[in-house]
């Protein structure tokens, strides 16, 4: 969740550079405002790492995936100009998921680093250029896939799994026996496993009175404080002048 809300502090500002639109005062007082905050959080964070051991990291990881911000953008309005075939981007898809599995034997073989996220992490430029692929496809295609009530349910999910996947991942990784082995095995079934657990959890917590009323509210609020930041940038007024959006 924070990193959706880092991310909606600043798509104002890349929603107006997509645009072309020119920055005005107001909007660049408002930029260097927020990477103000976000500098005094990295000061507080650095000296509560060398004073208290503990590493805070989660209002800096964001950045990184401002990549993946514009790129769903690009691929949603100009997927049609990329020249390559489905077949294609199937088989670039297919080479990076190759290259990743490569580059991961040879670190853990010279370099004796196990770790899924050395070379395939998501601030990476495999994973990154392996979503764009998969998004493209998928994009390019829309119009030739089928509704069914299992594609909506998901696409109604798909939010809630990307905020709770990552504790059913944790608790797969501390709990299923011998887990950095036999990779060609447990990827495909911990994907599997996670994908079931937080698409049962989100279907079952939005068939419940007290997990609708928190998700409406929490849902409101969050269009209210983005409708007043967009507010705020594109019209040079303070969100306080506006109680309600139109």
Known sequence: ?????????????????????????SDLCLLLGLLLIFALAHQAADTVQETEGVEVEWFRLFV?????FVAGYTIDRHCDAVRISNAGLAMVALGVVVAGAALNYLAAA???IVSDYFVMNNEGPLVFLLTALIFTLFRRNADLLPASWLSTAL??????IYLVHMIYLQLI??????????????????VALVALC???????LRRTRLARLVTWTANRALRLLLWHLRHAVLYQRSPLDVLEPP
């Not at 990184?64 to 993946?68: A, I, N, P």
Request: charged share 10%.
């Open 64 to 68: 990184w995936y401002l990549g993946y």
């Open 110 to 112: 010279k370099l004796h």
């Open 173 to 190: 990784r501390d709990h299923l026996p011998a887990y950095d082995r036999a990779g060609i095995v447990y990827l495909p079934l911990v």
């Open 198 to 204: 937080s698409f049962a959890t989100i279907h079952l």
């Open 155 to 160: 696409a109604e999910a798909s939010f809630g």
């Open 1 to 25: 969740l924070s990193m959706i809300v880092c991310l909606m502090l600043f798509a104002p500002f890349i929603s107006q550079f997509l645009r072309g639109a020119a920055p005005t005062a």
